[in-house]
């Protein structure tokens, strides 16, 4: 956390097989065979030399741009990807002047899109709450609320706060959850400003109490809006709050004690889910649940060390959740398919022997690719700013002709490989050696005219 005076910061860092398609020569079709449970590999490894980076936040437009907020040598850096992760570039490496007072160290731990498309970033500089808007795709950005308050002895305190998430509603309106703390000794509050569409106009809407505990994220379900994290009140109690006013008023959704739901999050259809850790007796469980009219568990760990702690969850319209975070020293992505029914830890990922690894943000975009943001500590000792990616399965597409077929799929990734087989019956799929031809994410391949049916599938390599 900010202290007033002082020139540290908080980020959050701180505290199926394969899919295939087939064609007859008078039918063009598709089907899928599920989703390899492999297949997650590393798109963003970046830091300074000899300087520490961590990924904090990871959103996507309507596009398919994606941005990815943290730290960098103290630095609040956003970093962009036109082109699903190949390539990045840093498009926001802020902090505000040395001579501004209460100006030091900088940091975003979150990032949104709103519904006309602009980027909200948010976190500290120094005792600074920031929050900055980029209408552009990330080119040019301003601050759009930026609020600190310098101690005045002997009576007013002095305020500091940080951003640790952001959310949109449907309207295109933006809300930030942060911790506040008043200058010199003091406790925790939790704190939520909003501001109106454009980013304009941003007003205090809750400030909370809450003793050694702390915000955690928020979420916007439609119009409602929900915030997590936590109170201290020996034990420590989990609490949700909700508001259906735009945080004008607010109501208790969930408390217990010992059971500190941190990751939230909210889907097209307008449910909402929440991840986080309970504690039984001397050990400590993950749990995930959803809420509709009630909360109702979707996933537990068991007795689960106590270093297993979720950060962030993504959940698309069907239902299909991602929630990341840590266990023990490594980076650890689980995932709940709808097709399957069922939960699977899909990635467990240490970056290399010498630090600890963690996943700190999650995003699923409209073409099924998955993206986690966190950080690993390299053998040198520094921390390394990291972005995983899972692609989607791609799709085959067939265009049947007298001089036989085109054959095109998009996909960035090169475990796809294009197999045929003249019967599905006998299972002799062999891989296509023909010409491969590669325009951007495009692939495309020929097939000559054959006297009978031919059947083609994508299998991925790096499968089971």
Not at 18 to 27: G, K, Q, T
Not at 344 to 350: G, I, M, N, R, V
Not at 457 to 464: H, V
């Amino acid at each position: 956390m900010a202290r007033a005076g002082g020139s540290s910061y908080e980020t959050k860092a701180m505290r199926a097989r394969h899919r295939a398609f087939f064609f007859v020569p008078v039918l063009l079709a598709f089907t899928s065979l599920g989703a390899s449970a492999k297949g997650w590999r590393t798109v963003d490894d970046f830091g300074p030399a000899d300087a520490d980076a961590e990924a904090c936040g990871i959103a996507t437009d309507a596009s398919g741009g994606l941005y990815v907020v943290g730290v960098a040598n103290d630095h609040a850096v956003v970093r962009y990807s036109f082109d699903a992760g190949s390539n990045w570039i840093t498009r926001d490496n802020f902090t505000l002047p040395p001579q501004t007072p209460g100006a030091g160290p900088s940091a975003y731990n979150a990032v949104t899109v709103d519904a006309q498309g602009a980027v909200y970033a948010g976190g500290c500089s120094g005792d600074h709450w920031i929050i900055r808007r980029s209408a552009d795709q990330g080119v040019t950005w301003r601050t759009v609320d930026d609020y600190y308050r310098p101690m005045i002895p002997p009576w007013q305190p002095g305020t500091n706060g940080v951003v640790y998430s952001l959310a949109s509603d449907p309207q295109g309106r933006v809300y930030a959850l942060g911790l506040m703390r008043p200058t010199g000794p003091s406790y925790n509050y939790w704190w939520i400003r909003g501001g109106g569409i454009g980013g304009a106009n941003w007003t205090t809407r809750l400030l909370l109490f809450s003793g050694y505990g702390s915000p955690a994220q928020l979420a916007c379900a439609g119009d409602n809006l929900f915030a997590s994290g936590s109170y201290d009140m020996d034990p420590s109690r989990g609490l949700i709050l909700e508001s259906p006013d735009r945080g004008a008023s607010w109501t208790t959704n969930f408390t217990v004690a010992d059971d500190l739901p941190r990751a939230l999050a909210a889907n097209a259809a307008g449910n909402v889910y929440a991840a986080g850790r309970r504690w039984l007796a001397n050990s400590a469980q993950w749990v995930v649940r959803r809420w509709t009219t009630n909360w109702t568990i979707l996933d537990s760990g068991g007795n689960a060390p106590l270093l297993l702690t979720p950060e962030a969850l993504a959940v698309d319209a069907a239902g299909n959740a991602l929630v990341v975070g840590s266990a023990g020293l490594n980076w650890f992505t689980r995932q709940y398919s709808t097709a399957a029914g069922e939960w699977s830890t899909t990635d467990l990922f240490a970056y290399s022997t010498n630090g600890w690894s963690e996943s700190r943000g999650a995003v699923t975009t409209l073409s099924g690719d998955v993206y986690v943001a966190g950080s690993g500590t390299a053998d040198s000792g520094c921390r390394r700013w990291l972005v995983r990616k899972k692609a989607a399965p791609p799709r085959l597409r067939i265009a049947v002709a007298v001089a036989g077929a085109a054959l095109s799929w998009e996909t960035g990734d090169p475990d796809w490989e294009l197999q045929w087989t003249d019967s599905v019956a006998d299972g002799n799929w062999q891989s296509y050696t023909g010409l491969v031809t590669s325009v951007g994410w495009l692939r495309t391949a020929a097939c000559d005219p054959t006297p009978g049916p031919r059947f083609f599938r994508l299998r991925n390599a790096a499968g089971p």
